[in-house]
C-alpha cells in the first residue's frame, strides 16, 4: 500500500462525528501515525512510546469504563499497549492504529471480564472538581440533597452498578458513544460488525441502564 | 425500533459523568514509561536461552514454583505407586499351589524354600509357573561338571 492510500484509508477510518465527548484528532495524526508505526515496526521504542502517549487517555478510559476499576484498567491498559508493540509487525495498515490498538485493548478486556464473571469489585476513580460545576448534573442532583458532592459519589456508584448490570458488549457501546463520544461507524470498525448492529445495541443498553436508573431520572 | 434521542437525554446527562471520573493526579505522566519498561524487559528476556527464561519465570510468576512443585511430586507419587503395583504384580504371579498353609510347596527331594524367599519380587517369577507340558515334569536338573581334554 503506497503512503498516499495508507493516509487516505487512515483519514477515511478517523473520520467519525464527535457527539458531545472531547474526542479532538490532531489534524496531522494520521500522518505522524504511520511515520511512528513504521519507526516502531523496525524496532524504535521511542516511537512506540510516541503513540502510548497519544492514546493512553483514551484506552484507559474505555477500560476503566469497562471495569469499573482502576487496577484493573491499569493492568489492562499496560497488557493492550505490550501486546500492541509484539503484534506491530502484523499491522498492515488496513485500519488506522488508533482502531487497530482500541480492537486489541477491547478484546483483552472482554476476556479478562469474562474470566472475572460475578467477581466484580469496583473501584472507581474521583470526580474531578468540575463535576460539581457541571449544570446538566447539577440539574440531576440539586433536587435531592443540599450535599452535592455526597449525592454525586452516590449517583457515581448507582451509574457503575447499572453499567456492570450491562453484558459486555452493551456495556461497550454505551462506554464508546455515549462516554467517549465514538460514532457509530468508529465503534462499528472496532467491534467488527455493522452500523445497525451497533444502534440496536446502544438502543437495547439505554433501555436497559434507564430501568436501572429510574429513581435518579425521573 | 423506535429510538427516539429524545427519550435517552437524562440517562445521556447521567452518563456523562463518568467522563468526570479520573485517575489519580500524575498517572498519565508515568504510564507511558512503565509499559516502555515493560516492553524492553520482555524483548530482554526473549533473547535469553529457554533454561534461563524457565528459571526467570519462578521469580516473575509465583504460580509456576508451585505448578512445578506439584508437577514433580505428582510424578514422584506416580513412581511410588508403579512400584508398588509392580511387587503386588510379583505376589500375585506365584501360583496358589505353591503356597500351602503359608508355607511355600516344594517339588519332591528339594529343600523347603524360605517364604521370602519365594515371594520375592526380585526372584524370576517364570521360573515358578507350573507348566502343562508333560517334558516338565519329574525332570531334576543336575550340575555335572564336564572336562575337555585335547588329543583323546
Redesign the interface.
Known sequence: MSEATATRVLSSALEFEVP??QQTEPALAPTHDVVLVRGAQKGD?AA??EL??RY??RI?ATV??MTSN?ED??DL??EA??KG??ALKSFKGDSSFYTWIYRIAVNKTINFLKQRKNRSHMS?????F??EN?P??V??VSDRTPRRDAN?AE??HK??GA?LKLSEVHRLV??LH??QGLSHEEIGKIMDCNIGTV??RL?YA?QQ??AY?SD??K | MNAQPENFDRLKKLLALKRHEQPPPGYFENLSSRIIDRIEQEREIAQLPFWRRFTLSFDLKPAMVCATGVLVCGLLSAGVITSLQVSNTAVAAVPSQMIINGQPATEPGMPPTAPEEVQSSIEPVLSTVSSPSPFDQQISLRVQRVNYGFGN
Open positions: 458531545s465527548a521504542v512506540y512510546d502510548v502517549r493512553q487517555e484507559y476503566y469504563h482502576h484498567a491499569n491498559t499496560q499497549f505490550i508493540y509484539s472507581l476513580n474521583d470526580l474531578d468540575n463535576a457541571d446538566d448534573l440539574a440531576l454525586l449517583l457515581q451509574l457503575n453499567m454505551v462506554t455515549d462516554v444502534r440496536s438502543f439505554r441502564l434507564q436508573l435518579y431520572l
